[in-house]
């Protein structure tokens, strides 16, 4: 295994890790989710910054000139035909969150921040699979072991 699909697969796992933290919230009423506002406002922040991750290892082992931002790293993957338009489009949204939940913390909604939990369990669940999709294609085994 090369030294950059033991990096996606040790990011895989921490993907899964903060998506299984995140589903917690997930049962929670608003007003419950609101009182927990911190912990998913960084579940969603490391949600974004993992698949980022993941996603210049991938760049890197394609030999591609590696990007600068997070919308750069996913319209690559998109560019090079290595990830579908929709889920780069939706993964370029909710990095979009992550630069609000990082740089604009003081203009927060926080009813649209845990309105956003759903949408990015669903997200990150389809990328994690489209990871280890292409870790067992390239590696030639079965995509459960990366679960």
């Not at 033991?6 to 299984?20: C, M, P, Q, S, T």
């Not at 490391?46 to 394609?62: F, P, T, Y």
Request: hydrophobic share 45%; charged share 25%; glycine share 2%.
């Amino acid at each position: 295994m090369s030294s950059a699909n033991a990096v996606i697969e040790r990011k895989l796992g921490y993907l899964n890790r903060y998506l299984r933290d995140l589903s917690v919230y997930a049962d929670l009423d608003q007003s419950a989710r609101l009182r927990e506002h911190y912990a998913i406002e960084r579940l969603l922040q490391l949600l974004c910054e993992c698949a980022a991750d993941i996603a210049l290892q991938r760049l890197k082992s394609a030999k591609d000139t590696l990007p600068t931002s997070y919308r750069e790293t996913f319209q690559a993957l998109e560019r090079l035909d290595l990830l579908e338009p929709a889920l780069a489009a939706e993964l370029i949204k909710a990095c979009g969150m992550r630069n609000i939940l990082t740089h604009l913390y003081d203009d927060l909604d926080l009813t649209l921040v845990m309105s956003a939990i759903e949408p990015a369990l669903d997200l990150y669940q389809r990328f994690a699979a489209w990871v280890m999709d292409w870790l067992s294609t390239a590696a030639g085994e079965s995509p459960d072991r990366f679960t």
